[in-house]
């Protein structure tokens, strides 16, 4: 437990030691603020719901960007080998990756709580709504940094990296488009596995074992298969 | 401390290591030797349990290194050949890292810590972020976070590579501080350095070990030949009429300018210096330079390299 924290501690701090983190951050305030007040005079309506949407779509984007260096600057600089040779089991440096990415992540989510202290204070929102709904947008965000964190564990490549992240992330995200043309099986299928099915849900207020289920089985696989990585060195 | 069996690595077809066995004792010092991609960097990782073996055995303080690899890890300070630094950490920070990772307990933390940076001298630089030091403090840091939690095996990969004479130096004192009852492995280009550290050698060459003996029983050997750079200024012919009469003393190789002639000898013995310098004295050149070619041992690798490749 020790050593995922310390990892964890780690990479955190390596976030807020490079720009990118604050870029990330800069531009993720910038357009969510845009974006809310646009939403809220549009609606009329005191709810986060379409927020909510717009933050799932950025993260679509910015995920890739947060996730690419964590195990591929680790290979190309050689650290990769530090950590390898000390007495930590694969599955805490795996954690500890996992969970410093995934702190930085929630600290994105957290602007949420700015701007629903507004409309609390202006009106008087689905509280349950809007908090299934920021947990839900956490689980996307959760499952996000697993499958970069699964990415950059099969190159030493960071570019690579967020490609094949942006890759995975584009298909769970856009699946919806393809509903549509597709019945049977095949389209269910399609309809389950994009995340757009899921988080509305939540965003509706509704949490379902269906939902977090997906959720979880998703970021516990991408997690299993990124320890798979490491611990087979497959990025050789 | 150290049994290894057969160990054999293979990288797709390519074989880089094959059927490597040897034994290392407890608080020995071994240099490994070898030109580029013998199999030294593969032979060390696999005894970090960085790398499994495709065939073999290797065991720790018997602890199979592929069956038991954290027990090993808790015993092994390793540094690779490129120090694994995190660039935008301070040092402090970094060893502090290090230490949670390899299980130094929390309330020493702080003191061993403050004890590695003393004894790798980086109390200047504590607070200084890694990527803003010299390569010599860098490599420092690298050896201090292998040392950290006092591993009764240290294993360094080319640790003064790419460094100046004089971090070189430091680095080596070092090295050589850090002897006590370590084990130490060390694997260099510099072959005047594991004639300085080392107690015992092992040359590989091509995943193979060509040879495993003491130092001393290595340059005893070898210092039945010596090689030797003879530079005079005057006429050539004298001193190849002189190096013809002197049986045992093969003339390897000559280089003229104008004014001098660079002659590279092999004299079957030390003593033979003597004669050939008052042959020399008679003859009408200037005796400009007489000194070893080459340090012994380096003579005996590039010998026995070359023998293997004949």
Redesign the interface.
Known sequence: M??IF??TQ?EL??YF??PMAYIVLLVTMSIFHVFFFIIIDHNQEATLRDVFAVMEFLFVFIVPLLTMKVFAEEKA?????????????NTAIVLGKFFGSLIFMTTIIGVIFVYYAIIEFYGSPDRLATFSGILGLWLEGALFVAIGLMASSWTRNQMVAAICTYLILFMLYFSVTLEKFLSGTLGALVSYSGVWSHTKNFSAGLITLSDVTYFVTGIVLSLLITRYCIEN?LWR | MIKAHELTKYFGRQKVLDQVSFEIGKGEIVGFLGSNGAGKTTLM?IL????PASSGDVSINGFDVAKKS??V??I?G?L?E????????TVK?YLK??A????VA?KQCSAQVEKVMSECRLKDVEHKVIATLSKGYKQRVGIA?AIINDPSLLILDEPTSGLDPVQNLQVRNLIKNLESERTVILSTHILSEIEQVAKRVMIIKEGKVLVDERLSDLLTKSSAQKRMVLRVKGEKKCVETVLEKINDVCLLNTVSSSQEHHFDLELADEKLIHELLSCLVNEPVQILEMSPAVSRLEHTFVSMVNENND
């Open positions: 020790t050593k310390a990892i780690k701090s390596g030691r490079s600089t050689g650290t990769m080998e530090f950590l390898m040779t000390t007495p930590t089991t060195r | 990782r970090t349990s960085f790398l954290l027990a890890r808790q092994v390793y690779p490129n120090p694994p630094l995190y660039l935008s950490m920070d890292f290090a949670k990772l390899k299980d929390a976070q």
